[in-house]
């Protein structure tokens, strides 16, 4: 079956257009008018009821769709707590109302069902990753054009948007600091392959390396899955390779904190033997002994930028930024060839040096 972008490409005018003429909305065009109608026609292309259905009538619901991680607490961890502030806050105001979901991350999950069946009105996707199921259930939202907005995981898909923060300078600024201090081996303990924003802090480490004239050794890189039990667990890894460690960055928080009370298990002093630098300046960071050195993420920004997005699709604006938004100095994230999407938000990020580097 031919799709509303097919049609648009055939015609040569935007995916909004086709939607318009197919539904009758808004002043068009005569010629315009039959431009997409011999699209459609030449495609067999039909109009998707439940998108025209959809213009009809509302919910009064924005669904915020969370992945469902048995035995983990996402309310108490500072990354979805902040996010969901921002989130609620702009509902709020605008009088919707915050329907909370949670979906299986290893299963497909139903999006467009939730419009069908008139539950939401738009979805905000927190916490998705590039696993095959769960991708395909968020690309279908963007093959039927349903208003939604990915809040810190980039896909680079046309119709999909997404508001994050720029974490490969975030990360390229942290570990500049450890290098600009004189450390060389430097550890890098990073989240599950599968998140974009793991990739985007491996490019800035692998960046800021590179500049130095370093590699990244695979031998000093380590993973956990950004809960503070899974950095302690790496810890027994980064002191078996104590040795050829000078310093240590981490994805998260939750992981350095971790990991330093790991180490400190074993006898490592932080930072007297091992300068340690977390990431995302959560409310434990300036708690921790020592104080945490970190970068600042906006997540209650992205959250309210996320909102926004939806909001202002909803009422027919164009919703968000022209273009993509990125950190001051990320200009080699665009030399390499690794753009965002067009529709992607990045927000800026900030270094916050404490004591424990």
Do not use: W
Not at 105 to 132: E, F, K, M, N, W
Not at 323 to 338: D, K, L, Q, T
Request: negative net charge; hydrophobic residues 40%; aromatic residues 8%.
């Amino acid at each position: 079956m031919a799709t509303r972008r097919e049609v648009a490409e055939l015609a040569g005018v935007s995916e909004a257009t086709v939607s318009r003429v197919m539904n009758g909305v808004g002043p068009i065009k005569e010629e315009t008018r039959r431009k997409v109608a011999a699209a459609a026609d030449r495609l067999g292309y039909q109009l998707n009821a439940l998108a025209s259905g959809f213009a009809k009538g509302r919910s009064g619901n924005i669904g915020v769709v969370l992945p469902h991680v048995p035995k983990v607490r996402l309310f108490s961890t500072y990354y979805f707590s902040e996010i969901l502030s921002g989130i609620g806050d702009v509902l709020h105001q605008a009088g919707y109302g915050l329907l909370l979901l949670y979906r299986n991350p290893q299963a497909r999950y139903d999006y467009v069902s939730l419009y069908r069946t008139r539950r939401v009105d738009a979805c905000l996707i927190l916490g998705a990753s590039d696993l095959p199921e769960e991708a395909a259930s968020v690309f279908a939202l963007a093959d039927e054009g349903l208003p939604c907005c990915v809040v810190d995981q980039r896909y680079a898909r046309p119709g999909l948007p997404c508001v994050g923060a720029d974490h490969r300078a975030g990360a390229y600024a942290a570990a500049r600091y450890m290098l600009d201090a004189g450390h060389r081996r430097i550890g890098f303990l990073n989240g599950s392959p599968h998140y974009s924003n793991s990739a985007d802090r491996y490019e800035g480490y692998r960046q800021a390396l590179a500049e130095t004239g370093l590699s990244p050794d695979p031998a000093i890189q380590f993973e956990g899955n950004y809960s503070r039990k899974s950095g302690q667990e790496a810890a027994g890894a980064i002191f078996d390779r104590l040795e050829a460690l000078d310093g240590l960055l981490c994805a998260n928080d939750r992981m350095a904190i971790g990991a330093i009370q790991g180490l400190r298990e074993r006898g490592v002093a932080v930072p007297e033997r091992l300068p340690v630098i977390g990431y995302d300046n959560s409310d434990a960071s300036s708690l921790t002994d020592p104080p945490l050195t970190t970068v600042e993420v906006p997540f209650y920004e992205m959250g309210r930028l996320a909102a926004e997005s939806v909001m202002a699709r909803l009422s027919g604006e164009s919703g968000g930024s022209s273009g993509v938004e990125v950190a001051e100095g990320a200009a080699a994230y665009h030399a390499n060839g690794s753009k965002p999407a067009a529709e992607d938000i990045l927000l800026p990020t900030q270094l916050i040096i404490r004591r424990s580097c």
